[in-house]
């Protein structure tokens, strides 16, 4: 696992467009998200959810080019307080076999260079 103190986030905000990406959402996620917003929680789902591709849940909406609809123009959060554990965990607890190619502050951390193969 991935020591904390080794990473710095480094705001280039391309963990959050990724083409494809999926971040799910449960329901303690939605509440929360929904109540920052000042939305009941079927309205948050309405407008902001889809069902996952493996219809197992919901996952947050995202833009026709793949980033996050929560992701302003300077890279940062809009819900940042409240983001999903999947983004809050992100590369702590998990992260694809690709991260490393996406997150140049992750290769930076183990040793590859961000968009290179191997």
């Given at each position: 696992?991935?020591?904390?103190?080794?990473?710095?986030c480094?705001?280039?905000?391309?963990?959050?467009?990724?083409k494809?990406?999926?971040?799910?959402?449960?329901?303690g996620?939605?509440?929360?998200?929904?109540a920052?917003?000042?939305?009941?929680?079927?309205?948050?789902i309405e407008?902001?959810?889809?069902?996952a591709p493996?219809?197992?849940g919901?996952?947050?909406?995202?833009?026709?080019?793949?980033?996050?609809?929560?992701?302003?123009?300077?890279?940062r959060?809009?819900?940042?307080?409240?983001?999903?554990?999947?983004?809050r965990?992100?590369?702590?607890?998990?992260?694809?076999?690709?991260?490393?190619?996406?997150?140049?502050a992750?290769?930076?951390?183990?040793?590859?260079?961000?968009?290179?193969?191997?």
């Amino acid at each position: 696992m991935l020591d904390e103190a080794e990473f710095r986030c480094l705001g280039c905000g391309a963990c959050c467009r990724i083409k494809d990406g999926i971040v799910r959402v449960g329901d303690g996620e939605i509440a929360r998200i929904a109540a920052f917003l000042g939305m009941d929680e079927n309205s948050f789902i309405e407008r902001e959810c889809e069902i996952a591709p493996d219809r197992k849940g919901l996952m947050l909406r995202s833009t026709e080019d793949g980033a996050c609809v929560w992701l302003t123009t300077s890279n940062r959060c809009r819900i940042n307080q409240v983001k999903p554990d999947q983004c809050r965990t992100f590369p702590f607890s998990w992260r694809n076999p690709d991260s490393g190619e996406v997150c140049p502050a992750l290769a930076r951390v183990c040793g590859s260079v961000a968009g290179e193969k191997g």
